[in-house]
């Protein structure tokens, strides 16, 4: 560690399978990150996949990158490289954090462990689900195991939500503890409800319900789910994002409106301007987009397994329910829609989350490091 103005900072590696330009959970988390650790003074060197236009630096931050490959069907992963020991071993840090741990996380686990260096994974992606989603069933198998090994070698593991932590545990994995997700209470808030949108939405018919879902468009996120509601006349569904099950979606949801991928204060005048959000992927290990939704003050409908079951009051901030079943879903959108104290859930959705900004997230993240550290030093102790 190091001091600078009377308080003790960290040498922080951050190894993460995904990094810019690539755009999802894991990278909005690390970027959040390294803003929180510029703001205080942390010194961090960032190991991540190389792809076209992929910066070398972030916030005067060193990127290093390795090669990565896709696999079929699933997000790209980075490949291993000999060379991360020699440099992590000159960054000398206090940590490294390993953000959703695959090859590459796995690889520098090892090593890390054979070197006495603390560690600290996070559990963000259910790739294993993933595989079995699309029928890969030997893959999820080995998949499963393959990511218990890595947590179980790490000295720490943080999980999103209290499914994702079981599910951790119920593989053999050890020293869990709840780490969520912050949100950016600025840019989702109620007040960027924009009429104006609104009524572009809805076209000439003025008394439409509008439904929206924001994510990528992937077919393990079920958005196809949706199509009992885009039969319906008196909904306007509206999906916000981009990907591989685009141009399928389309065809399948004729009369939604796709608007592409959105960000920043457009994304959260997006959001505001639903009068109901509903999010159909089923192996979520948190769902952010559900907690950007809560925090404009967007009652929500989501699936009644994984991370959302953390993040929707049933009853109270939204309803959780099975929604790959059609019945299901549209008599919960009825529900929501005739419900007599919708506008307290509104209320209460935004004061849900109103507590769970990224500042106070990731200065959790930093006390579970500092705590981590404290642990390793004194297992050596013990040891020597």
């Given amino acids: ?229 885009d039969r319906q006349p008196d909904i306007q569904l509206v999906i916000v994002g981009g990907g591989p099950a685009e141009a399928r979606l389309k065809r399948e949801l004729p009369n939604a409106r796709f608007v592409g991928y959105q960000s920043g204060t457009e994304l959260g005048r997006y959001v505001a301007s639903f009068d109901i959000f509903v999010h159909t992927g089923k192996h979520e290990t948190f769902c952010q987009a559900i907690q950007e939704a809560l925090a404009a003050g967007v009652p929500v409908i989501g699936p009644d397994t994984g991370g959302p079951v953390d993040l929707i009051e049933h009853g109270i901030t939204g309803l959780l329910i099975d929604t790959a079943d059609s019945y299901a879903l549209l008599e919960a959108v009825s529900t929501l829609r005739s419900h007599s104290a919708f506008d307290l859930m509104q209320i209460a959705a935004r004061r849900s989350v109103e507590h769970r900004t990224w500042d106070y997230i990731n200065a959790q993240l930093i006390d579970y490091y500092r705590q981590t550290i404290a642990h390793v030093s004194r297992k050596g102790e013990l040891v020597a």
């Fill in 1 to 229: 560690m190091i001091e600078l103005g009377g308080a003790r900072k960290l040498r922080i590696a951050v190894v993460t399978e995904a990094f810019l330009p690539q755009v999802n959970g894991v990278t909005n988390s690390v970027l959040r990150l390294l803003e929180h650790c510029k703001a205080e003074g942390h010194e961090v060197l960032i190991i991540a996949p190389e792809s076209d236009g992929a910066p070398t630096h972030y916030l005067d931050y060193k990127i290093k990158h390795v090669p990565s490959i896709a696999m079929k069907k699933l997000i790209p992963m980075g490949v291993p490289r000999k060379y991360l020991e020699p440099l992590i071993e000159g960054f000398a840090p206090d940590v490294i954090h390993l953000a959703s741990p695959i090859f590459l996380g796995h690889y520098v686990a090892r090593f890390a462990k054979k070197s006495g260096i603390p560690t600290v994974s996070v559990y963000q992606t259910d790739i294993a689900g993933f595989a079995r989603h699309y029928g890969l069933t030997i893959a999820h198998n080995t998949l499963k195991k393959w990511v218990a090994r890595i947590h179980q070698s790490t000295d720490l593991t943080l999980a999103p939500s209290k499914w994702a932590s079981r599910d951790l545990e119920s593989t053999g994995v050890k020293n869990v503890e709840i780490w969520k997700r912050g949100v950016d209470l600025v840019k989702f808030d109620p007040a960027r409800r924009d009429e104006s949108l609104r009524e572009n939405i809805r076209g000439k018919d003025s008394a439409k319900l509008i439904i929206g879902y924001v994510g990528r468009l992937a077919n393990e996120k079920r958005i196809d789910d949706l199509a009992i509601l």
